[in-house]
C-alpha cells in the first residue's frame, strides 16, 4: 500500500555557502517529491514565458530583464564614413506591432512576477522604444514602481543624420511585487558605494567596450551586452549573498558573471543557444569574491542580548549604579534587569526615553563604571556576544 501524503516543501535557498543542491526526487523522508527544485546557476535554454511557467512560485528574490526593445528598425544605418552601424536587427526584437509587443510584456511580466517571492523586486531596463509600454504593463499587473533610474552612458553613439537629440540614456524601473510589502534597499551600501552621499537615481556608466565586450570572430558576441558596473549597483542594492537572481532575457550572461562575482545565485533564460554559449564561457571564467568581503558588516545577525543577561552572568550587580550619559544622572540596577533613576523605573529604554523626553536606545545612553572610568554598556554587551559566540 501506498501512503499518500502532502509535503511542503521551501524553496528558501540555504546560505550560499552552504547550499547544497538537491535532486527533484531525493527525500529524507522517502516520500517522493515531485516538485522541481530551483535550477540555480544554470543557464536554461528555450521561451522564457514556458520556463518561467514551469519554476516554483514565490521563490526568487529578484528579477533583472532587459528584455527586447522593439527598435522597428526598417534600413542600415551608416555612419558618416559609409560605414554601417552595428544596430539591433536581430529577429529576437522584431514584433509585427505595438499590440503584439505588449501581449508578448504581459505575458513575461505576469510570469516573472509569479516567480518572485512577496517580498522581491523586479528591475526592466528598456529605450524610449518600449519602457513606456513596459512601465504601463507593470502597473496593470500591480507592480509597485519604486524608482525610474537614468543610465547616462558617458560614450554614446552619435545621431549620425544630426536629425534628433544624441540618444544617451536608457530608464530603469525597480519595482516591487505588491505596494506595501517588506522589500530589501541596501541603502547604506549605497551610501558607501558613492562616497557616503546618498546615491541618487541618475546612474553614469559608460558602455561595455574594451575588454569588458565580448567578442567572437572579431565582431560584437551580442548586440546590446549591458556594463557589469550597472548589475553590481543593482545587486549591491537590491539582493544580499546568497539571494536567487533570475535574468528571463539573458544574452551573454552580463547577469550571471556578476552574480557568481558577487555570492549571488543566478537563473539564466535565454533563447538563443549561440549566446547561451558565449554566456557558459563568460560566466565560468569568473572568480567568486571571497566569502568574508561579501557579508558585510551590519548584514550579520546580531545574536539578541536582553539587559538582563548582563546581570544573569555576572558582568552587572544587583544594586549597581548605571549613570546616564546626559546629565550625569544615576539609576539603580534592580534585581529583574530594570532600572530604577529617581521616580522612574523600567527597561534601560524606557528610563532613557523619559529622562530624554525622546524615544531612545537604553544601550547607548547609559555607562557603567569601571576602574574609576565610564564605559557604555554596549561594550558589555558586546564582550558577552563574543563569549557566546566564541562558545559557538
Ligand atoms: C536585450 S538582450 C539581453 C542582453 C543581456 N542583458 C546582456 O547583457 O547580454 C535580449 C535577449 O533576450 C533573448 N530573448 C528574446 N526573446 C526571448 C524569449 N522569448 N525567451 C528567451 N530569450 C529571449 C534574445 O535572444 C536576447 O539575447
Not at 125 to 149: C, E, K, T
Request: proline share 5%; glycine share 8%.
Amino acid at each position: 500500500m501506498v501512503n499518500i501524503q502532502t509535503v511542503t516543501i521551501c524553496f528558501e535557498p540555504l546560505p550560499f555557502y552552504r547550499q547544497k543542491q538537491r535532486s527533484p526526487f531525493e527525500s529524507t523522508t522517502g516520500i517522493i517529491l515531485l516538485v522541481p527544485t530551483l535550477p540555480l546557476n544554470q543557464i536554461l535554454q528555450g521561451d522564457c514565458i514556458e520556463i518561467l511557467n514551469s519554476l516554483p512560485e514565490n521563490s526568487v528574490d529578484l528579477v533583472f530583464a532587459d528584455p527586447p526593445y522593439n527598435l522597428q528598425l526598417q534600413n542600415d544605418l551608416y555612419r558618416p564614413n559609409n560605414t554601417r552601424v552595428d544596430a539591433v536587427k536581430d529577429r529576437w526584437d522584431k514584433f509585427s506591432s505595438f499590440a503584439e509587443y505588449d501581449e508578448f510584456t504581459i505575458n513575461w511580466l505576469r510570469a516573472s512576477r509569479r516567480i518572485l517571492k512577496e517580498t522581491g523586486t523586479i528591475w526592466v531596463i528598456g529605450s524610449y522604444h518600449n519602457i513606456f509600454r513596459v512601465g504601463a504593463v507593470m502597473q496593470d499587473l500591480g507592480f509597485w514602481i519604486l524608482n525610474d533610474v537614468i543610465w547616462l552612458k558617458t560614450n554614446p553613439m552619435p545621431n549620425f543624420r544630426g536629425v534628433r537629440f544624441t540618444n544617451a540614456h536608457e530608464t530603469l524601473i525597480w519595482a516591487q511585487k505588491q505596494k506595501g510589502a517588506k522589500y530589501k534597499f541596501n541603502h547604506k551600501d549605497m551610501k558607501a558605494l558613492n562616497d557616503d552621499l546618498q546615491m541618487r537615481s541618475n546612474w553614469v556608466i559608460p558602455l561595455a567596450t574594451g575588454k569588458e565586450r565580448i567578442k567572437s570572430n572579431g565582431t560584437k558576441a551580442h548586440p546590446t551586452q549591458k556594463p557589469e558596473a550597472l548589475l553590481y549597483r543593482i545587486l549591491l542594492a537590491s539582493t544580499d549573498a546568497g539571494d536567487v537572481v533570475l535574468d528571463p532575457f539573458f544574452g551573454s550572461g552580463t547577469t550571471g558573471a556578476v552574480a557568481k562575482m558577487m555570492g549571488r545565485h543566478f537563473i539564466g533564460i535565454e533563447r538563443d543557444k549561440k549566446y547561451i554559449k558565449v554566456a557558459q564561457k563568460r560566466i565560468d571564467a569568473v572568480a567568486p569574491a571571497p566569502a568574508e568581503a561579501l557579508i558585510l558588516p551590519g548584514k550579520q545577525k546580531q545574536v539578541r542580548v536582553p539587559f538582563g543577561a548582563l546581570l544573569e552572568n555576572g558582568y552587572l550587580k544587583i544594586g549597581g549604579k548605571l549613570t546616564f550619559a546626559k546629565g550625569k544622572r544615576e539609576a539603580v540596577i534592580l534585581a529583574n534587569g530594570h532600572i530604577k533613576c529617581g521616580k522612574i523605573t523600567g527597561s534601560i529604554h524606557k528610563v532613557a526615553s523619559e529622562l530624554s523626553n525622546a524615544p531612545a536606545n537604553g544601550w547607548e545612553m547609559w555607562m557603567y563604571a569601571e576602574r574609576g572610568k565610564l564605559k557604555s554598556i554596549n561594550e558589555l554587551r558586546e564582550k558577552f556576544r563574543k563569549k557566546l559566540k566564541d562558545q559557538g
